[in-house]
């Protein structure tokens, strides 16, 4: 499986983007999918998780009600909309694929990695 990541920018604080990550292979709907990022100097954290189907989203706290983790299985596409950013919010954002439909905040979980796409909230 390969997952392209895009839609990082520079916005400011306040502002929206939506990231998008595109998975090769036939089976998508197979893989729980997860969103990570990775600030400076910094280790790399969970933001968003959903299921193979979609019916079950997790959220870390620090960005629960500012984000929102979809899917849309008939594209092979994850996506990460991001509403009311913050500074704090600045990283390179990974998408993650796990061979199992589950949900999981752990990064060992995940299988698949693509690239990152780097996001940039100024204030």
């Known amino acids: 499986v390969q997952l392209q990541a895009s839609g990082g920018g520079l916005v400011q604080a306040g502002g929206t983007l939506r990231l998008s990550c595109v998975a090769s292979?036939?089976?998508?709907?197979?893989?729980?999918m997860g969103w990570f990022r990775q600030a400076p100097g910094k280790e790399r954290e969970f933001v968003a998780t959903?299921?193979?189907?979609?019916?079950?989203?997790e959220y870390a706290d620090s960005v629960k009600g500012r984000f929102t983790v979809s899917r849309d299985n008939a594209k092979n596409t994850v996506y990460l909309q991001m509403n009311n950013l913050k500074p704090e919010d600045t990283a390179v954002y990974y998408c993650?694929?796990?061979?199992?439909?589950?949900?999981?905040?752990?990064?060992?979980?995940?299988?698949?990695w693509g690239q990152g796409t780097l996001v940039t909230v100024s204030s």
């Open positions: 993650a694929a796990d061979k199992s439909p589950l949900m999981s905040t752990r990064p060992l979980t995940y299988d698949y």
């Open positions: 959903i299921s193979g189907r979609g019916g079950v989203t």
């Open positions: 292979g036939r089976t998508f709907s197979t893989y729980g």
